[in-house]
């Protein structure tokens, strides 16, 4: 007779350890790039942070992705119309209009 498989083969301490060490490596990764692109895509995205299962970790600035093991670095600009709309929008107001707030 074989012996029962465990319900539970992986201690859930090591797997939230890995996952943290897996988020702060990608966040290493990423900490010199200009932008990142979502997988094979073409966009280049501006790069923040976000808190992630209890980690810091770099996030596009648009959230077009929420999974930060799918962001690789761009030396590129940044050409994704939303990243670009945030950037301009925490700027000072533009002179000569006239500011509605």
């Given amino acids: 007779m074989s012996d029962p498989i465990p319900e539970h083969p992986h201690e859930p301490e090591a797997d939230i350890e890995h996952l943290a060490a ?5 966040r290493h990764e990423l900490a010199d790039a200009e932008g990142a692109r979502i997988g094979q895509g073409r966009v280049v995205h501006g790069l923040t ?4 299962a209890g980690v810091e970790v770099p ?5 077009a992705a929420v999974d930060p093991l799918r962001l690789y670095p761009a030396a590129s600009p940044i050409t994704c119309r939303r990243c670009l709309g945030r950037a301009r929008a925490g700027r000072d107001q533009v ?3 006239t500011s509605i707030l």
Avoid: D, N
């Fill in 49 to 52: 942070t976000h808190m992630w």
């Fill in 22 to 26: 897996t988020l702060r490596r990608r």
């Fill in 95 to 97: 002179p000569g209009q």
């Fill in 59 to 63: 996030a596009v600035a648009c959230h």
